[in-house]
Structures are given as C-alpha cells and as structure tokens.
C-alpha cells in the first residue's frame, strides 16, 4: 500500500518570494508522483508528474518538483510565486504496475499575499 | 472539448434515504474514477472502471455504496442508507487510453453530499 505525507496545511508567502512545498510517500513498489492543484471553486487539475527519466520535472507556470528516490520525496517549488498560485496543492501517487487509483496527500493550502 | 461532468452539483438528502450521483466522462477516455474528499482531507479513492468492469473497488467503504458503469461511458454512484458520514465531495475523473497508470486522470467539478 501507498501513502502520502504533506507535512505543511498551510503556507503564506508574500507575492515574488521563493515557496517549496513539501510531500514525502511511503511504498513497498515501484511509484509514479503527482502534484495537482485546485484553484479556488474549480475543479482538481493536474500540474506535473513523474513517470520516468530525469528526476526534475516542470510545469507550465514555472513549478518543479524534484523525485528523490533515496528521500522518498517529492517537494515542489517555485522560485518567484504570483498571486494567481493561491490555490490548494495535493500531492499524489500510484503503484507502478498495480492499481491505476491515485494516493492524495492532506494538501497544502498555499496563500500568496500582495 | 467538454470536460468532465458531475451532476448533481449539489444533494442534499436525509438519513437514510438512497441517492445516485452521476458521472460523465470525457469522450473517448475508457478510465473512470470515483474518489471522495471530506473536508480539510485530500481526496479519497473509491472504485475505477476500465470499460464497463470494476477493475479496483477495494476503496468502496461498505456495502452501501454501488457503482455501475454499463455501457462503458457514463457512471453512477449509488449510496443506499445514507449516514450523516458519508457527507462529502464526490469527485469523478476519467483517463485516455494509454500505459496503466501513466496516463493523466482529468478530474469534474464533483457533486457535493449533505446528509441531514
């Protein structure tokens, strides 16, 4: 079985710092890692994941997320955040050759303040 | 394209009573899931359909929960004897074709349960 810590409910930061969210998992199998997000009153949307290959792995708007196989981790990060990031960031992940389900974490609520 | 859709948007029912959510995938995608998120938790694994089979149910909670999928496109969720515990989002998503597991599950808007 598969499960996901997110040690932080909650983080503020102020617009333009730096965030890392953190999410570390537990699994007896091999694992591929999700980070999805939920602006808020819409729906969960994917915003990177980790199958295979380079163990840095980006988003669009300029999220990454390193997988460290060793940490059993899978934090996110962006250098600069916006405003616009304030939304809920759930960490996921589903055992390679089982199941297809996804293992959320709790979430994080992060809070961009002006 | 359309996404996918959940309706109702909202139910509210009493003790008891027997309700169906309803899911629509997105066109074309063959894998369907049901996940449940209680308030201040992540979401919750339920059951997932490849096609019209169940091919994981073991999130189900109890016998009083039911989920059909019999033409291989839309789903519903059936809750019998409902219990002020089982308030909750109900969130349904869908995958495409593709290597198990890989592939990414689009999620609805989910149907919010209130149970009086």
């Known amino acids: 079985a598969q499960s996901v810590t997110q040690l932080d409910s909650q983080v503020p930061v102020f617009e333009e710092a730096p965030v890392e969210l953190r999410c570390n998992y537990s699994?007896?199998?091999?694992?591929?890692l999700f980070w999805y997000v939920q602006y808020p009153n819409q729906g969960l949307q994917l915003l990177l994941k980790y199958l295979s290959g380079s163990t840095l792995v980006e988003s669009i708007n300029g999220f990454e997320a390193e997988f460290n196989k060793s940490q059993t981790s899978f934090h996110l990060r962006k250098p600069s955040v916006h405003i616009s990031d304030t939304a809920e960031y759930f960490c996921a992940v589903s055992a390679q050759g089982g199941s297809e389900k996804l293992v959320f974490g709790k979430g994080t609520k992060l809070t961009v303040n002006p | 394209g359309a996404g996918v859709s959940q309706t109702p948007s909202n139910k509210v029912t009493e003790k008891g009573k027997y309700v169906e959510l309803r899911c629509d995938p997105i066109?074309?995608?063959?894998?369907l899931y049901w996940y449940r998120q209680s308030l201040g938790q992540g979401p919750e694994f339920l059951i997932y359909f490849q096609g019209t089979g169940a091919a994981d149910d073991s999130g189900l909670p109890n016998d009083r929960f039911f989920a059909v999928r019999p033409e291989g496109s839309v789903s519903t969720l059936k809750i019998q004897r409902t219990e002020r515990g089982d308030s909750a989002v109900y969130l349904c998503a869908s995958s495409p074709p593709g290597l198990a597991g890989e592939e990414t599950q689009y999620f609805g808007p989910g149907t919010r349960l209130l149970v009086l």
């Open positions: 699994s007896s199998v091999s694992v591929y």
């Open positions: 066109s074309g995608h063959t894998a």
